[in-house]
């Protein structure tokens, strides 16, 4: 009987390959199993699997596998603009959680290791950084945190560990480690870890360039022992393992500064009868950072290590005056329809003129504070107005006009239409 199948060669059960066809047969009694079968059985149990276990045992993670635009029109319902940095952003994130998730056994690369992409997302103040960073986490549902840079220091040294960062988002997961080891992290202010000067000192540099060697480990990959209340970590502590080569770092900064040094290598210097006829390029201005290269982030203080983590870079615009008026009126978190809220809550109609929108996004452009400064404006313009609104009783419509935003007259006080 052997014999026999000696002759024959060894077929799979299952599919009908010969031993010689496949890496490796699995025997059983008078039963041969392949390899290929193996792993397309594993999927067919595993997806069973995850279909009959409670809601309450395992993250959500059928919104993780929207695609790319998918994942841009729900940012679109947020964040005004931006539309590059979106779309970088929603292609790295789906990578990274096709990469994380993915349960397809594809034969012919079962060898080959797909490595983490991080982001890095550089852009003027108030342009929507964070708010990307946090809006991509509520599309996801999955665990979100927020770490400050400069908050960080080198281990030893008065401040937060590095491990802090990993300690927050724990916290945001509920202390479920596998959910948080699917997280996304943002770390804000990056920039403001640059290397403080090229010249050797005599002094360590805690705060700049100890902080990114300390990041390095944690961005690329690897089990940290984190203290799940957070602070420092002392001999006698009991510390959480995290393994982070699944967590997605988002690093953003507004990188004062970056731009000169994008426009010094990008402007040609000539001399003579030429240098009339040459372009004027402007070095303040924010589209210069559409250029930008790893090089550029190397002179402003970022060390090499640290620029090879980050292989995603987006770069934000600036906001003109339509982009303010339009975050004051269209997406879904709009300061006016905040405000409407506010107002019909005590029975009233908040009107804005179309005037008044626009007075109002001039003020918030001259601030140079971008969306932020659309906040300021506004609290000052309805403050005479959600003062003066409770001394009436007969007020139905409050209406605010550009006198009101330019002169900061009164606003204009309708009453109310009495039932029929």
Request: proline share 4%; with cysteine; charged share 30%.
């Amino acid at each position: 009987m052997s014999d026999h199948k000696k002759d024959d060669g060894i077929h799979c059960s299952f599919c009908g390959r010969t031993a010689h066809e496949v890496s490796s047969m699995v025997a059983g009694p008078d039963v041969y199993i392949c390899d290929r079968c193996i792993h397309d059985a594993a999927g067919i149990v595993r997806n069973d699997l995850q279909a009959y276990a409670g809601d309450e045992d395992r993250p959500r993670k059928h919104e993780r596998h929207l695609p790319p635009h998918k994942i841009k029109e729900a940012l679109d319902q947020y964040v005004v603009g931006q539309d590059a940095a979106k779309k970088a952003l929603s292609v790295a994130v789906y990578n990274h959680y096709k990469r994380v998730e993915s349960s397809d056994f594809v034969y012919d690369y079962a060898d080959v290791e797909i490595e983490k992409s991080n982001i890095l997302l550089i852009g003027p103040t108030g342009t929507g950084k964070t708010l990307l960073a946090r809006t991509l986490a509520r599309v996801l549902d999955v665990p979100f945190s927020i770490s400050d840079a400069t908050a960080l220091t080198e281990a030893g040294y008065v401040g937060e560990d590095v491990e802090s960062i990993l300690s927050h988002l724990l916290q945001a997961a509920d202390f479920n480690v596998e959910q948080a080891e699917h997280g996304i992290i943002y770390i804000d202010e990056i920039d403001k870890v640059a290397r403080k000067a090229d010249n050797a000192s005599i002094t360590r540099d805690v705060s700049g360039e100890g902080v990114q060697q300390a990041l390095l480990k944690i961005l690329e990959g690897t089990t940290a022992g984190v203290p799940p209340k957070g602070g420092r970590k002392h001999p006698e502590q009991s510390l959480v393992n995290i393994d982070t080569r699944n967590i997605l770092f988002i690093c953003g900064g507004a990188f004062q500064g970056l731009s000169d040094i994008v426009a010094r290598r990008v402007s040609r210097g000539t001399m003579g009868f030429l240098a009339d006829h040459e372009p004027k390029i402007n070095r303040r201005d924010a589209a210069m950072l559409r250029y930008v290269e790893p090089d550029d982030l190397l002179k402003f203080g970022l060390i090499p290590e640290m620029v090879g983590r980050l292989p995603v870079i987006a770069t934000l615009d600036s906001l003109d005056d339509q982009a303010l008026k339009t975050i004051l009126t269209e997406p879904r978190n709009a300061l006016v329809k905040e405000y409407q809220k506010l107002h019909a809550l005590d029975g009233v109609k908040l009107q804005l003129d179309k005037d008044a929108l626009d007075a109002i996004a001039e003020r918030a452009r001259a601030r140079g504070t971008g969306a932020r400064g659309l906040r300021a404006v506004m609290e000052e313009v309805m403050l005479d107005a959600m003062f003066e609104l409770h001394k009436r009783s007969d007020v139905g419509v409050c209406r605010i006009t550009a006198r009101v935003v330019r002169e900061k007259v009164q606003p204009i006080f309708e009453a109310r239409k009495a039932s029929a």
